[in-house]
């Protein structure tokens, strides 16, 4: 007799429609349900099972009782439980194996005399002892609800005549299977639903506490794993008549990100188009695109694209998810799917004023570059990584030189040009990795991720000549601009932070007394000087 599962056996995983549809049976053979809760329900209804095979097998007196499963998915049968003399195999078996492919067309199949020439029975190693068979699909008691991907076998080790009292005691066997199965699975399912909205719920919670974009896409798949199995979820915005990526799922696919695709010619088109979400069916049409232009999309078993947009308004974005198996996306899950796309409409809004407030708190309102405060962050942040990975970092401040003088000889509005120019320099000589920032008045920062002392220098000397170069015009006379810069370099300089700006501010002060216009790198004799 086959033992029931222990409880270590159990994992949580995400949901899988055939085996929803399909509990309890598709529970045990781990189709991937969150049903650890439910566990002691499943316990009994095999009990109940094993129990009635028990007493048909004594009251037949047959040989073997057994209930098999077909996990449709692959198309095999299983063992889900038996009552049996002799040793029974639990399986695989396809689903036309032998003596089974007898019920490829018919509920039932009746043989009083088992031939020695018959299919074999795929739950034996040998069937010689085998004298009589019966087999049936698991039916309600009033025939009227389809058939369970069951079937209940029993043979005999004597020739046996099924008469009508037997036949009618077998079909109420079968119905009787059938009401146990209905009223666990609807419980189960019941439950399973109930958890799978509480989970989508606290996803959509913490959805309501995220601010910023990644925040939002982080809670969004969170949630879309507690409805569907997608192996890929993309967010997309569309921008200009063109659908802009903003969130990949899969690392392979990053590239992707902030590219931008037309809509022409696609399934992610037509969506935006008719504003509901498509496709259909579980696949694409044949030729199809989900996006026009993504040719490195892997091969998707199933996919569905989700407009994003308010009331009455335009499409703003798309939801696409995907699975890699042949595990379509129902009907029936679209509906929870719908109510998230709502959610992160409104929350892609409200992230998109939290970023540009962020942004803006954060960015120098004259010049555009970063601000103090930004600079502060981003030197915590460089400082902390760099110490990590034990790289190098270097620090760059500059000052306009004789800034006073510019702003009483040609006014403030000139000498914000002047500053305005000179951040211009900064965005020109640094990389994307690079901070640039205005930190005073007319006072400037850089930080050169993974750069050594060397390369700091070169970069200052770039900037401090583009200055240079500069060709300012107060009523059409030519203003000549210079700055002047120190460097102080991370860890040859020192490996703390705060020390780091003041021995910058140090080299910075000895460009000054050399004459300004010039670059300076932090040396020890600077200390004492």
């Not at 899988?16 to 566990?39: M, N, S, V």
């Not at 109940?48 to 004594?58: A, E, S, T, V």
């Not at 405060?373 to 760099?386: N, S």
């Amino acid at each position: 007799m086959i033992s029931l599962s222990s409880k270590s056996t159990l994992h949580a995983s995400p949901a899988d429609q055939t085996a929803i549809d399909f509990l309890p049976f598709a529970f045990e053979h781990r189709q991937g349900l969150c049903l650890d809760q439910q566990y002691d329900h499943i316990q009994q209804f095999k009990r109940g099972i094993i129990n009635q095979l028990d007493i048909l097998r004594l009251v037949l007196e047959a040989a073997s009782v057994i209930l098999l499963w077909e996990n449709l998915l692959e198309e095999h049968f299983v063992c889900y439980a038996c009552s049996s003399e002799i040793e029974v195999l639990s399986g695989p078996f396809p689903k036309g194996a032998g003596i089974l492919g007898g019920l490829k067309n018919r509920d039932e199949l009746v043989l009083p005399l088992y031939k020695l020439n018959s299919p074999s029975i795929p739950y034996y190693r040998d069937s010689a002892r085998v004298r009589s068979f019966y087999a049936s699909k698991i039916k309600s008691f009033d025939y009227q609800s389809n058939p369970l991907p069951a079937l209940l076998c029993i043979d005999f080790a004597q020739e046996t005549q099924f008469n009508s009292s037997r036949r009618e005691l077998l079909a109420r066997c079968c119905a009787q299977i059938y009401a146990a199965y209905d009223q666990t699975s609807n419980y189960l399912y019941v439950n399973y639903e109930r958890q799978t909205l509480q989970q989508v719920f606290n996803s959509l919670q913490t959805l309501n506490g995220s601010l910023d974009s990644e925040s939002v896409f982080a809670a969004v798949e969170k949630a879309i794993s507690f409805i569907v199995k997608a192996d890929l979820v993309m967010i997309g915005s569309i921008v200009g008549g063109r659908l802009r990526l903003d969130y990949v799922s899969l690392e392979e696919l990053g590239d992707h990100v902030k590219q931008h695709f037309p809509l022409e010619d696609s399934v992610t088109g037509q969506v935006v188009k008719y504003k509901r979400p498509m496709p259909d069916s579980a696949r694409l049409p044949q030729g199809a695109q989900l996006i026009n232009g993504l040719y490195s999309l892997p091969e998707c078993g199933s996919q569905a694209v989700f407009p994003l947009f308010q009331d009455e308004g335009p499409v703003t974005g798309v939801l696409i998810i995907a699975t890699f198996e042949p595990n379509p996306l129902l009907r029936s899950r679209r509906e929870l799917l719908e109510m998230v796309c709502t959610q992160l409409v409104i929350k892609l809004d409200l992230a998109a004023a939290h970023d540009k407030i962020n942004r803006i708190s954060m960015q120098d309102s004259l010049t555009g570059v970063a601000n103090r405060r930004a600079f502060e962050r981003g030197l915590q942040a460089m400082h902390e990584r760099m110490l990590r990975s034990g790289t190098s970092y270097s620090l760059i401040l500059c000052d306009i030189d004789h800034f006073k003088q510019v702003n009483d000889s040609y006014g403030h509005p000139f000498g914000d040009q002047v500053i305005i120019q000179v951040a211009q320099q900064l965005n020109n000589v640094v990389r994307a990795v690079d901070l640039a920032a205005r930190v005073g008045g007319e006072e400037f920062a850089i930080l050169l991720e993974g750069t050594g002392r060397k390369g700091a220098y070169e970069v200052a000397e770039r900037l401090r000549e583009n200055v240079e170069k500069l060709r300012l015009l107060f009523e059409q006379k030519p203003v000549k601009v210079t700055i002047s810069i120190g460097i102080a370099t991370f860890s040859e300089d020192t490996q703390d932070r705060n020390r780091l700006f003041g021995r910058a501010d140090q080299a910075l002060y000895q460009a000054k007394n050399q004459g300004r216009n010039c670059s300076v790198a932090w040396t020890p004799e600077l200390e004492t000087s």
